[in-house]
């Protein structure tokens, strides 16, 4: 296959990931209340904090006129793809052609962007060692578990995600007090998250058309990409 075909295939599968997650955003909140209480009915899980889950979220399953905000807060934050692109672009560049970065990304053969908690932004770019095979991951899965030990050739800063991931720390406050058991406020730190994914797949596709990683010896060149200490899947493949 080839890379142009791969990256396709990457891509379709990075909009499935998203479009999972905003399909899930959308199901109404008495409907999520309700297909909580029927799992609780049917002895799928027990309430470990000794509270009765009929009595605090009954009401909530019934009642359709719920709005739900976080639904609301992305329709009022559009983000516009084509300045995100441009955006993480420029983050791109400025992370990995630095002279010194620039040197570890020629030798490596492969490279992983791992970012951390929402609201720190930030993110490091490992590299991998150049004579290693290494495997195109469209369903995220753990990948040290298909390296040796000492995969790693080094480490630099990794784009700043503040200009594609929405301030939605109130509403995340708000959700995980007012609707603990939905786990809303992650569902919308996942939302931004993934959308970013996209915007980042796009970014390297650009790049990659204009020969900005020309100097890239190693091909298939893999770039990974996985919140810390989760799965990882590929990004794109150079």
């Given amino acids: 296959m080839n890379k142009d075909s791969l ?5 379709e599968q990075l909009e499935k ?8 955003m959308a199901v109404p909140l008495f409907k999520r209340y309700a297909d909580y209480l029927d799992m609780y009915r049917r002895g799928e899980f027990v309430d470990l904090g000794g509270g009765n889950i009929e009595e605090e979220i009954g009401d909530k399953a019934a009642d359709i006129t719920a709005v739900n905000p976080y ?16 955006y993480l672009k420029k983050e791109l560049r400025s992370c990995l052609f630095d002279p010194e970065v ?13 970012y951390d908690w929402y609201f720190h932004y930030d993110s490091g770019i490992n590299f991998f060692k150049q004579e290693l095979t290494f495997p195109i991951i469209a369903e995220p899965r753990y990948l040290y578990r298909e390296l040796p030990p000492g995969h790693y050739t080094g480490f630099a800063k990794g784009p700043d995600f503040s200009g594609v991931w929405p ?15 939905l786990q809303l406020g992650y569902e919308l730190m996942n939302y931004y998250q993934y959308q970013s994914r996209l915007f980042l797949h796009k ?9 900005e990683f020309s100097m890239i010896k ?16 590929t990004l794109y493949v150079l």
Avoid at 71 to 86: G, K, R
Avoid at 102 to 114: C, L, P, R, V, Y
Wanted: proline share 4%.
């Fill in 17 to 24: 990931q998203f479009y999972e997650i905003r399909d899930r």
């Fill in 203 to 211: 970014a390297l596709k650009e790049m990659d058309v204009f020969g």
């Fill in 71 to 86: 639904m609301h807060f992305i329709d009022t934050h559009p983000l516009d793809e084509q300045t995100c692109v441009a």
């Fill in 102 to 114: 620039k040197e570890q990304m020629i030798q490596s053969g492969a490279m992983e962007i791992g």
């Fill in 167 to 181: 301030d939605c720390a109130t509403l995340v406050d708000e959700a995980d007090e007012e609707h603990a058991v």
């Fill in 7 to 11: 990256n396709e295939i990457l891509y």
């Fill in 218 to 233: 190693k091909h298939p060149f893999p770039i990974y990409i996985a919140e810390h200490d989760c799965e990882e899947m």
